[in-house]
């Protein structure tokens, strides 16, 4: 069984869609991320939830909003697409805090915004 | 603003041979990871090294962690094929919240 699964794996749109990506982890796992890989592959941190709680929103956008419906699930959902969007998006988990604990990671969704 | 900086950015060698990654950083951390990205895949964790401890193995694996000049290392011994992959260091303040900062990752290349 998949441990952190995303869909979809690729997503092709226009600009001013919009637009969401699904997460969900099967360890039972208290905390899950998302990350935005661009094309230079740096990896960065947008969001973090704990026990569905936000703890952590980057400099992120408004158009970019988590949505934890519980623990297990966190969905991102992306309004007006624009062309600066496109990256690989990774959700990950972890047991508990990530100052802890080793992180897992999804297989990310490559966003592409024309 | 970045923590971990791996150095080199790209790195080619023969298979047998072994390579060293190393990763530098500003502030205090909690601890220190590793993760391995192969090409289209999500990241692997591979070690987790903290704050006081000096030196960590793991199969093939080797880490040292040196706080006070703020670096760390990956040495992977008798490379193969299949450790062609990106491989990031990733660090966790102290004092703060859950933010695990990653740095910009080494390329590694196995030639045959």
């Known amino acids: 069984d998949t441990a952190v699964s995303q869909t979809p794996k690729y997503l092709v749109t226009q600009m001013g869609n919009d637009k969401s990506i699904k997460c969900e982890q099967n360890?039972?796992?208290?905390?899950m991320y998302w990350y935005k890989q661009d094309s230079k592959k740096f990896l960065k941190i947008m969001f973090s939830?704990?026990?569905?709680?936000?703890?952590i929103n980057e400099t992120v956008p408004n158009r970019f909003s988590p949505k934890s419906p519980d623990k297990a699930h966190l969905n991102l959902h992306i309004n007006s697409l624009e062309l600066g969007d496109s990256a690989v998006y990774f959700c990950?988990?972890?047991?508990?805090?990530?100052?802890?604990?080793?992180?897992?990671f999804g297989p990310g969704t490559r966003l592409t915004v024309t | 603003s970045q923590q971990g900086e791996e150095d080199p950015q790209a790195l080619s060698i023969q298979e047998g041979e072994n390579a060293t990654m190393n990763c530098s950083y500003k502030?205090?951390?909690?601890?220190l990871q590793w993760y391995r990205q192969n090409s289209g895949r999500g990241l692997v964790h591979l070690i987790l090294?903290?704050?006081?401890?000096r030196e960590k193995h793991s199969g093939r694996l080797r880490v040292t962690l040196d706080t006070s000049k703020k670096s760390s290392s990956l040495l992977i011994t008798a490379s193969r094929a299949a450790d062609t992959a990106s491989y990031f260091c990733?660090?966790?303040?102290?004092?703060?919240?859950?933010?695990?900062?990653f740095g910009k990752g080494t390329r590694l290349h196995i030639l045959p």
């Open positions: 990950a988990s972890s047991g508990r805090l990530a100052s802890s604990y080793e992180q897992y």
């Open positions: 360890l039972g796992h208290d905390t």
């Open positions: 939830y704990n026990n569905k709680e936000l703890i």
């Open positions: 502030t205090s951390i909690n601890n």
């Open positions: 090294i903290r704050s006081n401890e």
């Open positions: 990733a660090t966790v303040n102290m004092n703060r919240d859950d933010k695990i900062i």
